[in-house]
């Protein structure tokens, strides 16, 4: 007998919350919200300004109204402390699954990725060439587009989502200044994710005055969902998507 096709799910997403030590139940109503909104919440980085343990324990405040899965990655803002590893252990503590090379499927749809890196797009992408330190900072791009794709092959679901925080399309983050194009992303991580074919959406945040959409050159689709870009589509501060 045939199942039929399996259940949607309600997948949320939103990033640069950019909380600070100050600020306290900013974001209390939008968890709640999402949380009758959404069945999983994805949430893309920059979740504080700089990273401080003052910073992700008002945001932990906010996150116990959130009833729902959440599903994480850092952003650059979270390393500026220099201490990363700690505010992922308290996201993980509060039951927040965080990407840092694992894979997690959640009522059959999988959840893949992580921080991403710069580097910029197509044939501005920055080569491995000239001095050491350039190389260096190339080795960096792609390790990291490696580790994604570590966390994306371990996926057997035919549903996924890439979750990231730096863009993996120039598409999303036009609007931004062209000059600064090469620091909100690189095409090496949608090089990454066009060699899957079970990968349904990717989101990502970090370019605040960049496109909400774009696509891969393989077509899948990717949504910019920093809070700002957000701001400008209508007063709901995340966006859902059936997957």
């Known amino acids: 007998m045939d199942a039929g096709p399996a259940k949607r799910l309600r997948v949320a997403a939103v990033g640069d919350l950019h909380v600070n030590d100050t600020t306290k139940g900013s974001y209390r109503a939008l ?3 999402v949380s009758d909104d959404a069945d999983v919440l994805c949430l893309c980085g920059d ?34 402390c220099g201490q990363p590893e700690q505010v992922t252990q308290m996201l993980c503590d509060a039951g927040v699954k965080m990407l840092t090379g694992q894979a997690y499927e959640i009522e059959g749809v999988g959840f ?3 921080k991403g ?73 949608a090089e990454t994710i066009d060699r899957y074919d079970n990968i349904s959406l990717v989101v990502h945040g970090h370019a605040h005055r960049g496109a909400p959409e774009g696509r891969t050159n393989k077509g899948t689709p990717v949504y910019n969902v920093a809070l700002p870009v957000l701001r400008t589509l209508g007063e709901t501060p995340y966006r859902v998507f059936e997957v």
């Open 31 to 33: 968890f709640e919200q």
């Open 47 to 80: 979740l504080t300004n700089y990273g401080k343990t003052a910073e992700v324990q008002n945001l932990l405040a906010d996150l116990k109204a959130c009833t729902i899965p959440m599903v994480g990655v850092l952003g650059n803002h979270e390393h500026e």
């Open 112 to 114: 893949a990725g992580g």
């Open 117 to 189: 890196f710069i580097g910029g797009f197509g044939r501005y992408m920055l080569s491995s060439f000239g001095e050491s330190s350039i190389k260096a900072f190339v080795q960096e791009a792609v390790e990291d587009a490696n580790g994604i794709e570590n966390s994306i092959r371990m996926l057997r679901t035919e549903r996924s989502v890439v979750l990231l925080h730096y863009s993996p399309v120039v598409d999303t983050v036009v609007g931004e200044p062209p000059e600064i194009h090469a620091f909100l992303g690189s095409s090496r991580l």
